[in-house]
């Protein structure tokens, strides 16, 4: 939610307030609640009198348990104690934390009461009218998904949990909604879910299904295809199974077009193919077979397609045909939105869709979105407004084609168009149509508008764009609800000026959700426009403003926009995302105009700020320098002194990118470095970050001594108390001062809240002093994991090559049993051989160290590494790992053979995913025994996902 104020402490005074006066409380309320160790008691207390009937509950529609951040324990209290008799649960929405061991279980056993709507385990809440689970962003792999969405069985501790299904239980045959989207289920997992599905025996109500970013394959929808074939889900209206990489054979005749051919799914009113490589085999050549199969089908109800994201280039004169040709045929006559941006059509193919539309192939179509067209595509595109078939449209986009929109505007000939881009000058003539339009009332008010300023060497046209200012001024203030402005190189200062004047004519925007600002470093001007739109966006006539998206270059134009924003103040709710990148040295001025922004406390929404850039500087130098790189970091954490000053300046900073070849993070002459000077800072302030989860750095260069010290003196001092990513993805010269550190930082209970940790390190020297140092910096970082402030570590990366004595000293903290919760593991720079190190990891990699691990990166120097590792993983029983990439290894025919046998004896029984790739060579026929071991699994060479 988008308050100023965590919801335990806005929350709990009118929840007990509701208690003492007898009134109503919302589910919402009670769900955020119980969600904080802060505001838990609350919540439970407020169940237990809504149980007596002492307090009414005015809405119970939902429980949302994305947040919730308790133990396992509390849970089961928190389910135990909702209302008896309730009947209005329509949606269950889960969350990473509840969807692993040991809350699985609990939320299995709350589920599992509701089969026949009785709650016959936890014995309180009846769900008869559960229509919406919501399992997306709950990190459930194969197994865990299984457990969850088919497993639900009478007795979870005395049958399999794969001999009967949570349908044919009951448990899920009411919902209406089922999203498991943003989930590793695997081929395997969406599988389970599928013959979950089947055996239901009977027709469900399912409507939306929501499979996206579930790794499926083709192999898991040729599953799903099979069940939907049966009849399983005639209702079903919306089918998402975008980025899944499903491939050509994942939409043909044996899988979705299978499907569709049937008949069974003529409700479907919305299919999202996305990103999914659908022109493309699985062995990376053009394959237009699936979608031809798909495209041959009738889709009745088909209201919405998206194929974004998809290559259908081809290699031929005609590859993708077969879309136009099913416009034109009217196989999707009431297909209202089309997503073709990002797909390459060859200009042929497109054109033939164009001619398709004007043809009247999809009269009712609303939304459009293409990618770049060429003159020939938009004078078909023209064509087509022209007939007036696309009457009805509200929505187009596409790059180098607007011209042709702004002329159907301007020719009344798209009456209820929303969105709007211009590009200046070259539009300038055609904007003053489209103002003289807003002033007549003929244009419906526009909802998205962006204006990209280019060139403009007399600046001639600002009276014309103060004019359609003022008229979107006029006419938006109830409308306009995303604004996006593009300063580019040589852009019109007096245009932007003119623009924002017009805009502030008008009355307050109370629509206005979205602002958007890109300026370029080379922008013109003498700062009065930017400063003005600064102004503009503080002064509070944007009332509904909740974000603001800042891509800027750290020129003068930033400066003034700064100065601007500094007039006024943006709303704690606003969220404001920051990205800077620099394009040249020596622009500390710039740099401190937004230290003094953030420090006088005038952006307090800033969620997100990342430092970057396209600069090529000396060897040394660095576009930010110490003394403005310190002011920065200090602005970060500032806290204001005396009585009623605020807490601290940045209370929602949640991310942090900087890039060490903007900001200079290795030391050369001095000790130290600008970014060294940045945290300092940062570690100065009287205050902190109390919200930042993610911290990440990038770039080519070194971070130094001085760097890696300041960083870890913020975090023994608890500057990013709710830390849980720390992204150190650049080479560290890790020296024994600046490991120390970092290792003294990592022992301290302020890193308790991490759970993905990546290092890079530097090459270790040859010398006898220098391997010897690389073992102790290595049991140093062993140490932190073995004192328990990291168990509940999710990730760990370690980049960088390892002697086998150092990695044998790292072994130590992963074999001690205090990473129970480490969920991926990556080493893929340090070879597997017959060495100690080997041996050592080995004995770390077992589920009794590691119950937790799903994914595992190594690379195997040879036969003799890989055959170390599956000899240790048949003497003990090896983790649930379910994706093994061993990409970059060189083991032969033994190595290979040796995986192989792993399937055999079932001591991988969740592996659905292996990797290698072109560097590895083995015979074909080893290559086929590990396909046969690993069926639907194998990746090599072109088959990886993208």
Same mark, same amino acid.
């Not at 609303?366 to 003159?375: F, K, N, P, V």
């Given at each position: 939610?988008?308050?100023?104020?965590?919801?335990?402490?806005?929350?709990?005074?009118?929840?007990?307030?509701?208690?003492?006066?007898?009134?109503?409380?919302?589910?919402?309320?009670?769900?955020?609640?119980?969600? +904080?160790?802060? #505001?838990?008691?609350?919540?439970?207390?407020?169940?237990?009198?809504?149980?007596?009937?002492?307090?009414?509950?005015?809405?119970?529609?939902?429980?949302?348990?994305?947040?919730?951040?308790?133990?396992?324990?509390?849970?089961?209290?928190?389910?135990?104690?909702?209302?008896?008799?309730?009947?209005?649960?329509?949606?269950?929405?889960?969350?990473?934390?509840?969807?692993?061991?040991?809350?699985?279980?609990?939320?299995?056993?709350?589920?599992?009461?509701?089969?026949?709507?009785?709650?016959?385990?936890?014995?309180?809440?009846?769900?008869?009218?559960?229509?919406?689970? %919501?399992?997306?962003?709950?990190?459930?792999? +194969?197994?865990? #998904?299984?457990?969850?969405?088919?497993?639900?069985?009478?007795?979870?501790?005395?049958?399999?949990?794969?001999?009967?299904?949570?349908?044919?239980?009951?448990?899920?045959?009411?919902?209406?909604?089922?999203?498991?989207? %943003?989930?590793?289920?695997?081929? /395997?997992?969406?599988?389970?879910?599928?013959?979950?599905?089947?055996?239901?025996?009977?027709?469900?109500?399912?409507?939306?299904?929501?499979?996206?970013?579930?790794?499926?394959?083709?192999?898991?929808?040729?599953?799903?295809?099979?069940?939907?074939?049966? $009849?399983?889900?005639?209702?079903?209206?919306?089918?998402?199974?975008?980025? %899944?990489? *499903?491939?050509?054979?994942?939409?043909?005749?044996?899988?979705?077009?299978?499907?569709?051919?049937?008949?069974?799914?003529?409700?479907?009113?919305?299919?999202?193919?996305?990103?999914?490589?659908?022109?493309?085999?699985?062995?990376?050549?053009?394959?237009?077979?699936?979608?031809?199969?798909?495209?041959?089908?009738?889709?009745?109800?088909?209201?919405?397609?998206?194929?974004?994201?998809?290559?259908?280039?081809?290699?031929?004169?005609?590859?993708?045909?077969?879309?136009?040709?099913?416009?034109?045929? #009217?196989?999707?006559?009431?297909?209202?939105?089309?997503?073709?941006?990002?797909?390459?059509?060859?200009?042929?193919?497109?054109?033939?869709?164009?001619? =398709?539309?004007?043809?009247?192939?999809?009269?009712?179509?609303?939304?459009?979105?293409?990618?770049?067209?060429?003159?020939?595509?938009?004078?078909?595109?023209?064509?087509?407004?022209?007939?007036?078939?696309?009457?009805?449209?509200?929505?187009?986009?596409?790059?180098?084609?607007?011209?042709?929109?702004?002329?159907?505007?301007?020719?009344?000939?798209?009456?209820?168009?929303?969105?709007?881009?211009?590009?200046?000058?070259?539009?300038?003539?055609?904007?003053?149509?489209?103002?003289?339009?807003?002033?007549?009332?003929? &244009?419906?008010?526009?909802?998205?508008?962006?204006?990209?300023?280019?060139?403009?060497?007399?600046?001639? @046209?600002?009276?014309?764009?103060?004019?359609?200012?003022?008229?979107?001024?006029?006419?938006?203030?109830?409308?306009?609800?995303?604004?996006?402005?593009?300063?580019?190189?040589?852009?019109?200062?007096?245009?932007?000026? !003119?623009?924002?004047?017009?805009?502030?004519?008008?009355?307050?925007?109370?629509?206005?959700?979205? &602002?958007?600002?890109? *300026?370029?470093?080379?922008?013109?001007?003498?700062?009065?426009?930017?400063? !003005?739109?600064?102004?503009?966006?503080?002064?509070?006539?944007?009332?509904?403003?909740?974000?603001?998206?800042?891509?800027?270059?750290?020129?003068?134009?930033?400066?003034?926009?700064?100065? $601007?924003?500094?007039?006024?103040?943006?709303?704690?709710?606003?969220?404001?995302?920051?990205?800077?990148?620099?394009?040249?040295?020596?622009?500390?001025?710039?740099?401190?105009?937004?230290?003094?922004?953030?420090?006088?406390?005038?952006?307090?929404?800033?969620?997100?700020?990342?430092?970057?850039?396209?600069?090529?500087?000396?060897?040394?130098?660095?576009?930010?320098?110490?003394?403005? =790189?310190?002011?920065?970091?200090?602005?970060?954490?500032?806290?204001?002194? $005396?009585?009623?000053?605020?807490?601290?300046?940045?209370?929602?900073?949640?991310?942090?990118?900087?890039? &060490?070849? &903007?900001?200079?993070?290795?030391?050369?002459?001095?000790?130290?470095?600008?970014?060294?000077?940045?945290?300092?800072?940062?570690?100065?302030?009287?205050?902190?970050?109390?919200?930042?989860?993610?911290?990440?750095?990038?770039?080519?260069?070194?971070?130094?001594?001085?760097?890696?010290?300041?960083?870890?003196?913020?975090?023994?001092?608890?500057?990013?108390?709710?830390?849980? %990513?720390?992204?150190? /993805?650049?080479?560290?010269?890790?020296?024994?001062?600046?490991?120390?550190?970092?290792?003294?930082?990592?022992?301290?209970?302020?890193?308790?809240?991490?759970?993905?940790?990546?290092?890079?390190?530097?090459?270790?020297?040859?010398?006898?002093?220098?391997?010897?140092?690389?073992?102790?910096?290595?049991?140093?970082?062993?140490?932190?994991?073995?004192?328990?402030?990291?168990?509940?570590?999710?990730?760990?990366?370690?980049?960088?090559?390892?002697?086998?004595?150092?990695?044998?000293?790292?072994?130590?903290?992963?074999?001690?049993?205090?990473?129970?919760?480490?969920?991926?593991?990556?080493?893929?720079?340090?070879?597997?051989?017959?060495?100690? #190190?080997?041996?050592?990891?080995?004995?770390?990699?077992?589920?009794?160290?590691?119950?937790?691990?799903?994914?595992?990166?190594?690379?195997?120097?040879?036969?003799?590494?890989?055959?170390?590792?599956?000899?240790?993983?048949?003497?003990?029983?090896?983790?649930?790992?379910?994706?093994?990439?061993?990409?970059?290894?060189?083991?032969?025919?033994?190595?290979?053979?040796?995986?192989? @046998?792993?399937?055999?004896?079932?001591?991988?029984?969740?592996?659905?995913?292996?990797?290698?790739?072109? /560097?590895?060579?083995?015979?074909?026929?080893?290559?086929?025994?590990?396909?046969?071991?690993?069926?639907?699994?194998?990746?090599?060479? +072109?088959?990886?996902?993208?």
């Amino acid at each position: 939610m988008e308050s100023s104020v965590d919801p335990p402490e806005g929350y709990c005074v009118p929840a007990l307030s509701a208690i003492l006066s007898h009134t109503g409380v919302s589910a919402e309320v009670v769900s955020d609640l119980v969600s +904080d160790k802060a #505001g838990f008691g609350t919540g439970w207390l407020i169940l237990q009198f809504i149980r007596q009937k002492h307090v009414g509950l005015s809405t119970f529609l939902s429980l949302d348990l994305k947040d919730f951040s308790l133990g396992a324990g509390k849970l089961r209290l928190l389910l135990s104690c909702l209302p008896e008799g309730l009947v209005s649960l329509e949606t269950l929405k889960g969350g990473a934390h509840v969807c692993t061991e040991p809350f699985l279980f609990v939320l299995q056993t709350f589920l599992q009461s509701f089969r026949g709507g009785t709650g016959r385990l936890m014995g309180t809440v009846s769900v008869a009218s559960l229509k919406n689970l %919501n399992l997306s962003k709950c990190d459930l792999s +194969d197994s865990g #998904g299984a457990s969850l969405l088919h497993s639900l069985t009478s007795d979870l501790a005395g049958e399999s949990g794969l001999e009967r299904s949570a349908f044919s239980e009951g448990a899920l045959s009411r919902p209406l909604r089922l999203d498991v989207s %943003n989930n590793p289920l695997g081929p /395997s997992g969406v599988a389970t879910l599928a013959r979950g599905l089947s055996a239901a025996g009977k027709a469900l109500p399912l409507q939306t299904l929501k499979l996206s970013k579930t790794t499926a394959r083709a192999e898991g929808v040729k599953a799903l295809s099979a069940s939907l074939k049966e $009849g399983r889900a005639p209702s079903l209206q919306v089918l998402d199974l975008g980025g %899944n990489n *499903i491939k050509a054979e994942g939409v043909g005749d044996v899988a979705l077009a299978g499907a569709l051919g049937t008949g069974t799914l003529s409700f479907l009113k919305v299919l999202i193919l996305e990103k999914n490589s659908l022109a493309v085999s699985r062995h990376g050549r053009w394959d237009f077979s699936g979608a031809t199969a798909l495209f041959a089908n009738q889709f009745p109800s088909l209201q919405e397609l998206d194929l974004g994201g998809n290559d259908f280039q081809g290699i031929t004169h005609h590859p993708f045909s077969i879309l136009g040709e099913a416009v034109r045929a #009217g196989r999707l006559l009431a297909l209202q939105r089309l997503n073709l941006s990002d797909t390459h059509i060859r200009r042929a193919d497109m054109v033939a869709v164009f001619n =398709a539309l004007a043809a009247g192939g999809a009269p009712s179509l609303q939304a459009l979105h293409l990618g770049s067209m060429d003159r020939s595509e938009a004078e078909a595109l023209a064509a087509a407004f022209e007939s007036n078939h696309l009457s009805e449209m509200r929505d187009v986009r596409c790059w180098g084609g607007m011209g042709v929109v702004m002329r159907a505007i301007a020719n009344e000939k798209v009456p209820f168009l929303r969105n709007l881009q211009i590009i200046l000058p070259a539009a300038d003539e055609m904007t003053g149509r489209i103002t003289e339009r807003f002033r007549k009332g003929g &244009v419906v008010p526009l909802e998205d508008l962006e204006l990209v300023f280019e060139k403009n060497e007399d600046n001639s @046209s600002a009276e014309r764009m103060r004019d359609f200012g003022r008229a979107v001024g006029e006419a938006g203030v109830s409308s306009l609800q995303k604004l996006k402005l593009s300063l580019g190189e040589g852009g019109g200062d007096e245009q932007v000026e !003119a623009l924002v004047e017009g805009l502030g004519s008008g009355g307050e925007f109370v629509s206005l959700t979205d &602002v958007s600002v890109d *300026i370029d470093g080379s922008f013109g001007g003498g700062g009065r426009g930017c400063r !003005a739109l600064g102004e503009f966006l503080s002064s509070g006539k944007i009332s509904s403003l909740r974000r603001l998206e800042l891509d800027i270059s750290l020129g003068d134009s930033f400066r003034h926009l700064a100065e $601007g924003l500094g007039v006024g103040s943006l709303a704690p709710q606003v969220a404001v995302t920051s990205s800077v990148y620099c394009n040249r040295a020596a622009q500390d001025d710039n740099v401190r105009a937004f230290a003094a922004l953030l420090r006088a406390g005038k952006l307090p929404g800033l969620r997100k700020m990342s430092v970057g850039g396209y600069v090529n500087l000396i060897r040394g130098g660095s576009a930010i320098e110490d003394e403005a =790189a310190r002011e920065l970091g200090e602005a970060f954490t500032h806290q204001e002194r $005396g009585v009623g000053a605020c807490a601290v300046c940045l209370p929602k900073l949640e991310e942090l990118e900087f890039d &060490v070849d &903007v900001i200079r993070a290795e030391e050369e002459e001095e000790t130290v470095t600008p970014m060294a000077s940045l945290f300092r800072g940062v570690a100065a302030g009287r205050g902190g970050l109390p919200s930042l989860h993610t911290l990440r750095f990038c770039g080519s260069r070194l971070m130094g001594e001085s760097t890696i010290c300041a960083l870890s003196e913020c975090i023994r001092k608890g500057k990013f108390p709710q830390l849980r %990513n720390l992204d150190l /993805s650049v080479v560290l010269r890790l020296t024994q001062k600046g490991m120390h550190a970092l290792t003294v930082a990592l022992c301290t209970p302020h890193v308790k809240s991490l759970r993905s940790l990546i290092l890079d390190k530097s090459g270790t020297g040859s010398n006898p002093a220098a391997r010897t140092a690389e073992t102790v910096l290595m049991g140093q970082l062993a140490v932190a994991f073995s004192l328990g402030h990291l168990r509940g570590l999710e990730e760990f990366s370690f980049e960088g090559h390892l002697l086998p004595e150092s990695l044998s000293a790292l072994c130590v903290g992963l074999e001690s049993g205090e990473l129970r919760c480490l969920r991926s593991l990556k080493i893929p720079t340090v070879p597997l051989g017959e060495d100690e #190190g080997t041996s050592a990891l080995c004995k770390a990699l077992t589920a009794e160290k590691m119950p937790a691990l799903r994914y595992l990166k190594l690379r195997c120097g040879c036969d003799k590494g890989l055959k170390k590792l599956v000899k240790a993983w048949e003497d003990a029983e090896p983790p649930p790992v379910e994706r093994l990439d061993l990409s970059g290894s060189s083991f032969g025919d033994q190595g290979a053979v040796a995986l192989a @046998s792993l399937a055999e004896i079932g001591r991988l029984p969740l592996l659905w995913d292996v990797r290698l790739d072109h /560097s590895w060579s083995v015979e074909s026929s080893v290559k086929a025994l590990l396909r046969a071991a690993f069926p639907n699994s194998f990746t090599y060479r +072109d088959d990886s996902d993208s």
